[in-house]
């Protein structure tokens, strides 16, 4: 880890598993950096009302995720916490979240152009 010293605490084969983690806690703080260095309402008052709702959704999820992890560092059983059930919600509203915008994006019928283009076919 720090200078890549091995530790006979814990077994080799595992050693790569927690360089691994460390790497991913590193980007996980930088990201946090970036994060916190800009204020919310600056960011929230750039984006449409869509951006700002995905902004929201994925702040919670990240938050939850993060004490469910710190659960399980503490060793103790998230499932027995209401953020199990917080998670499942967030993630419900995030596939309307899903929806919503896939039904923004897809194709729009033009029923003007569709009759004109029925019309020369035959």
Do not use: C
Request: proline share 3%; charged share 30%; aromatic share 10%.
């Amino acid at each position: 880890m720090a200078g890549e010293e091995i530790s006979e605490d814990y077994p080799l084969e595992i050693h790569e598993y927690f360089l691994t983690l460390e790497n991913s806690i590193g980007v996980v703080n930088e990201m946090l950096k970036t994060i916190m260095s800009v204020y919310r309402n600056e960011l929230l008052k750039k984006l449409d009302p869509l951006g700002q709702e995905k902004v929201d959704l994925v702040s919670v999820y990240t938050l939850n995720s993060m004490f469910w992890v710190y659960l399980v560092i503490q060793r103790v059983n998230p499932k027995d916490y209401p953020v199990k059930q917080e998670l499942e919600r967030i993630r419900l509203y995030m596939n309307t979240f899903k929806e919503i915008t896939d039904k923004k994006k897809a194709g729009k019928l033009d029923r003007g152009a569709a009759s004109r283009f029925l019309t020369n076919a035959l």
